[in-house]
């Protein structure tokens, strides 16, 4: 007779409910997972076709699932739609990366962009329908008042944007990574709390049609991946 739960430092635990499948079902799974994230790409050129909150809302649900230290979930999605406030976070991010393009970057890093076609200019910002902002919390209050810091902020928080990346690649929706820097102005327009700060801001929408991106190719697994048999 198996428990269908125990109790550890006066915690609840339950049987983990994971359906076995075959190996080679397995093996199959896993190339076409592969194919299908390898399919992804970033991308900039957005339509303006709008995209449902509940879609919105099931996608921020994946990046929610993501394992954190301590389970802390360390992280606050903002979404906007709002034009208003798409338009003062362009206005903003464009002043920064003005400052970023002309004076921050140095001539080398401005180099390895070349391929990707970047520029202070960011369109999509106001085009995509929605923004998703990630804040990380790096410190939380308890019932008490007390300030604690969160455990792995950066690692839960880059895990979370990452299966929230992949499943707006599932939902048939395209995004990029942007990290206008210092991304401060965000908390400011959001008027998020003090124990916020900005982390990624991913543009979310169905792509123009046609969207160019660049020619780029992948490393192969030799050149990232080192087995120890
Ligand atoms: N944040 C700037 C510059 C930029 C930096 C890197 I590293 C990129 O991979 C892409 C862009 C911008 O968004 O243009």
Not at 34 to 62: Q, T, Y
Not at 64 to 87: D, I, M, R, Y
Not at 157 to 172: E, K, N, T
């Amino acid at each position: 007779m198996v428990a269908d739960s125990i109790q550890i430092n006066g915690y609840t635990h339950i049987i983990h409910n994971s359906d076995l499948i075959s190996e080679e079902q397995s093996l199959q799974n896993s190339e076409a997972f592969f194919r299908f994230l390898d399919s992804r790409r970033s991308v900039r050129d957005f339509s303006d076709r709008p995209v449902a909150k509940e879609l919105i809302e099931n996608l921020i649900k994946s990046a929610s699932t993501a394992p954190s230290g301590a389970h802390k979930q360390p992280w606050t999605f903002c979404a906007v739609s709002n034009s208003e406030l798409k338009s003062k976070i362009r206005v903003a991010a464009e002043i920064e990366e003005k400052e970023n393009y002309e004076n921050r970057m140095s001539e080398r890093w401005k180099k390895d962009l070349a391929p990707l076609a970047t520029d202070m200019h960011k369109p999509f910002l106001e085009t995509a329908p929605w923004l998703i902002i990630a804040f990380k919390k790096v410190y939380e209050f308890d019932e008490t008042g007390a300030k604690h810091n969160n455990y792995y902020v950066n690692e839960s928080i880059g895990i979370s944007c990452g299966m929230l990346i992949s499943a707006i690649h599932d939902a048939g929706l395209v995004t990029l990574t942007h990290t206008p820097s210092p991304m401060n102005f965000l908390s400011k327009i959001l008027d998020r709390p003090k124990n916020e700060r900005a982390f990624l801001l991913l543009p979310v929408g169905y792509p123009k049609d046609p969207a160019y991106v660049p020619d780029l190719k992948r490393k192969e697994l030799e050149d990232v991946a080192i087995f120890f048999e």
